[in-house]
């Protein structure tokens, strides 16, 4: 039986990635350690939160007493670490707490996997840390090409650039102290839990609720879309199956502009929900410094040498989604009420 500690369980991927672990393998055991800021959210786990193999702590990975404590407690064979702080716009309001979770978060957790797994002299067999990355830190594309795991890191915000730290971070003890460690990188992310502060559930929030919906700039920033559900896949056949010490890229080729996405999922709420959503909604706002133009990844690696593939097409998912958010409103409505419309006032000035 092998224990995962994953950090960030009860933030958007986390959550769908211990619902995942737990309904597909019987003989794992799952600890989430969390410290619940405003994108934790227990209950999205609701329907795994009495599984005798989940156990959560609540705390913070920075606390090296606490963390040092789970791997005496229990026999912790894989960390996964997605706790992180994960939105654009926040980091460049507050880039520190970017720098405090994101690079010295995973390097206490760096410091205590090592002190419970090297051992006289060796590493103990069987274990991993991956780090959850993303594709951001590869800054942008032109119109053409893809990021392959050899293009040259070059974030531009303060989110990309201390998730790129803490990338190199995990790298460096690879490379100094022959740490087992794989990281992927993965493209962006939609499905069931997103805070909506992020894009696709931002909209589909607004629109219910006949808001605005903001679009930076010209809208015809490129994004690559993955379903939640294919990137806990790919994590998982990393962990098992993935060659120490390397990066695997994630991402399915679904490159859309933002202004074709608000445009499906007006199109499909007008259409399926209330016919008053309009285009009219669209509200161009001043763009995001900074701003990547285009994400898209080359995803050969992982395919080529894991066989991993996405399920779900942008079609299939996008309308999943949507169907997901307009059964569960008060989900919605909990997540968002309190810190959110202080947040969100100040950030679209309304
Ligand atoms: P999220 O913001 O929804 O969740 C983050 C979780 O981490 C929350 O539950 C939060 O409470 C927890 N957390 C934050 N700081 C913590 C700390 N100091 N100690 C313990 N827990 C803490 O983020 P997400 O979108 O689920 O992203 C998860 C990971 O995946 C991140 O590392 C992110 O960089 C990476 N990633 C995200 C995407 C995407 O599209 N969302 C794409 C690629 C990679
Ligand atoms: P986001 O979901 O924040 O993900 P990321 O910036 O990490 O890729 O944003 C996705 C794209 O949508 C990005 O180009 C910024 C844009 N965007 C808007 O146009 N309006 C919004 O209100 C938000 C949140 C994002």
């Known amino acids: ?16 990635f211990i619902i995942y672990m737990l309904k597909n393998f019987k003989d794992i055991k799952i600890i989430n350690l969390d410290s619940l800021t405003y994108a934790g959210n227990l209950n999205n786990l609701k329907e795994i939160e009495s599984d005798v193999n989940y156990h959560f702590v609540h705390g913070d990975i ?3 007493f606490l963390v040092n404590k789970i791997f005496e407690d229990f026999k912790v064979d894989y960390v996964v670490n997605f706790a992180a702080e994960s939105h654009v716009d ?8 970017f720098v405090k979770t994101n690079v ?6 760096l410091n205590c996997a090592k002190k419970a797994w090297y051992v006289d002299g060796k590493w103990k067999e069987g274990k991993r840390f991956h780090q959850v990355g993303t594709d951001e830190v590869y800054g ?26 803490s990338d190199l971070m995990v790298k460096a003890y690879f490379d100094t102290f022959q740490m087992p460690i794989t990281i992927t990188r993965c493209s962006n992310n939609y499905g069931p839990f997103q805070f909506p502060e992020k894009l696709i559930p ?21 994004r690559d879309w993955l379903y939640v559900e294919d990137h806990c896949k790919a994590i998982d056949m990393v962990i098992n199956n993935g060659t120490i010490g390397e990066v695997y890229n994630v991402g399915g080729h679904n490159e859309r502009k933002n202004i074709e996405i608000v445009k499906e999922v007006i199109e499909y709420l007008n259409r399926e929900y209330d016919n008053t959503i309009t285009e009219e909604l669209i ?27 996405p399920e779900t097409s942008f079609e299939k998912g996008i309308i999943k989604t949507i169907k ?27």
Do not use: C
């Not at 926040?90 to 707490?97: A, L």
């Not at 931002?202 to 490129?222: E, M, R, S």
């Not at 001043?286 to 593939?309: A, F, Q, V």
């Open 202 to 222: 931002l909209l589909i929030n607004n629109a219910i609720n006949h808001k605005a919906l903001p679009i930076y700039g010209d809208g015809l920033n490129v």
């Open 104 to 109: 010295l978060g995973t390097l206490n957790l």
């Open 283 to 309: 509200t161009y706002v001043e763009d995001r410094k900074g701003h990547d133009r285009r994400y898209g990844i080359d995803p050969s690696k992982i395919k080529d040498e894991l066989g991993w593939y």
């Open 1 to 16: 039986m092998k224990t995962y500690l994953v950090t960030g369980g009860a933030g958007f991927i986390g959550s769908n």
């Open 324 to 350: 997901w958010y307009l059964k569960n409103k008060q989900w919605m409505e909990e997540i968002t009420s309190g810190e959110y419309e202080n947040y969100y006032n100040k950030m679209y000035n309304k």
């Open 62 to 64: 920075r606390d090296n």
């Open 90 to 97: 926040r980091s460049i309001e507050d880039p520190e707490t």
């Open 140 to 165: 942008s594309l032109g119109e053409t090409g893809y990021f392959t795991e050899s293009t040259s890191l070059d974030p531009h915000s303060p989110y990309s650039a201390s998730k790129a730290s």
